[in-house]
């Protein structure tokens, strides 16, 4: 058991160190062709953490009431939108009642 585990962390290390080596060439390709690591890095793949930025139009939501005085992104509940909540009697800080209310009272834009 104890060899097993041995050779599971030389394969890690391993594999880290064949990373680090690809970091390194691909850094050297990147600059050969006159571009900026920090420019190409979000392109190759998704951070761990965060996923996509909110700011890209695909990942964002617009709605607008079936009066469209008023409309709502993604972000803090407008005050329009919490004064028709609570006259209906939802909660603005449950999830679930902002989400039945976006159902049910606005109208999703697709851009």
């Not at 139009?57 to 028709?84: C, D, F, L």
């Amino acid at each position: 058991m104890q060899r097993k585990e041995e050779l599971e962390r030389d394969l890690e290390e391993y594999r880290f160190q064949e990373q680090i080596e690809l970091v390194q060439r691909l850094k050297a390709i990147i600059l050969e062709e006159g571009f900026a690591c920090e420019d190409i890095g979000p392109l190759i793949g998704t951070p761990k953490k965060g996923g996509r930025k909110r700011s890209d139009p695909r990942t964002r939501s617009t709605w607008i009431p079936k009066t469209p005085e008023n409309v709502y992104e993604q972000g803090p509940v407008p005050a329009w939108m919490k004064a028709e909540m609570e006259e209906l009697g939802l909660d603005v800080n449950a999830r679930t009642d902002r989400t039945l209310f976006k159902k049910d009272y606005l109208q999703a834009v697709t851009d």
